[in-house]
């Protein structure tokens, strides 16, 4: 969820339901170096508790400093460690999904996070099922991460090479949450109240954690927990109030600090905006218009164009 799980984001997120946040993920060398702008991947509001920084990196003792830095930055409730990036420049460093395939390293990681967070706060760990389908050692590496001191872990259920193709594999992610006695979090393929409902009843899961479905559609949130507490689906939310809420994160990216300029700010929103539009009538074009905006004007007018033609009487 790099480029995704913003400060900005993830407002819209947890006014919309969500429970628990995790940032964006930060390099531990990155914040070993002070870079500014590693720094700012690590940024939360008071009122987005709890939320944890999610670190990567190969190196168990300066993990473990990067963290204790990052709580001295600003405290989160906890911190979370990626072994479960599939993307290659962060296996090329040695991190992310890439320490499945060498658990000896992923324990002196995860120990040494631990040991440099000490008391302070929780570590909790992400990873997927396994390298490929010929290794699947998810449960294994559960328990190394509950000996090492984890206190929970969130498993996607993809293989490395499965990338986010196929289908997420719950029952490794079941066996994973029989296998230890910390929380285990499944994550994959949920998208709607009744598939998290089914996950929660048909797993031994903790809870349920919601990804790229959120990019699309973040009242996921808000109509899980309606389905979970009547057990009605929600209605399709209008194009209208989707609109709305579009223009509004555009504006909170402009007004944040974190992308400068308004062009910049918009630049950055481009994906982020193709994701939004997807099922708008008209979504092709539109997302040929949203790939070159450079202003919240000119979403300003897409979104007008789009809400005139939509609302337009169709006659024979």
């Given at each position: 969820m790099a480029g995704v799980t913003d400060v900005v984001f993830r407002q819209i997120c947890k006014e919309l339901g969500a429970d628990v946040m995790v940032t964006e993920f930060v390099s531990a060398e990155g914040i070993l170096q002070r870079d500014d702008r590693t720094r700012k991947y690590t940024e939360f509001t008071d009122e987005q508790r709890p939320v944890g920084v999610q670190l990567f990196g190969g190196d168990g003792e300066r993990m473990g400093e990067?963290?204790?830095k990052v709580i001295d930055w600003k405290r989160p409730d906890?911190?979370?460690i990626n072994f479960g990036c599939p993307v290659n420049k962060v296996v090329a460093k040695n991190g992310g999904s890439s320490?499945?395939?060498?658990?000896?390293?992923?324990?002196s990681v995860a120990t040494g996070v631990v040991k440099g967070v000490g008391d302070a706060v929780p570590v909790t760990a992400k990873i997927r099922i396994g390298w490929d389908e010929k290794t699947i050692n998810a449960m294994d590496v559960c328990r190394i991460l509950e000996d090492s001191g984890i206190q929970a872990i969130a498993v996607h259920g993809r293989t490395r090479a499965q990338g986010y193709a196929g289908e997420a594999n719950w029952e490794v992610i079941d066996a994973c949450a029989r296998?230890?006695?910390i929380p285990v979090i499944g994550n994959g393929d949920i998208a709607s109240g009744p598939d998290l409902a089914r996950r929660k009843r048909e797993t031994a899961v903790s809870g349920v954690m919601i990804g790229r479905a959120a990019m699309q559609n973040p009242w996921v949130f808000r109509e899980a927990k309606q389905h979970l507490a009547t057990g009605e689906e929600a209605p399709p939310v209008p194009v209208e109030d989707r609109w709305a809420l579009v223009?509004?994160?555009c504006r909170l990216a402009v007004d944040s600090t974190r992308y400068g300029a308004e062009r910049h700010a918009m630049m950055s929103m481009r994906a982020r905006l193709m994701a939004y539009c997807k099922g708008f009538p008209g979504a092709k074009e539109l997302?040929?218009?949203l790939a070159r905006v450079e202003s919240?004007?000119?979403v300003e007018d897409i979104a007008a164009d789009s809400l005139a033609s939509a609302n337009s009487p169709v006659t024979t």
């Open positions: 990067a963290a204790k906890f911190i979370d320490l499945l395939k060498d658990c000896t390293t992923l324990a296998a230890v006695g223009l509004r994160h997302r040929q218009r919240v004007a000119e």
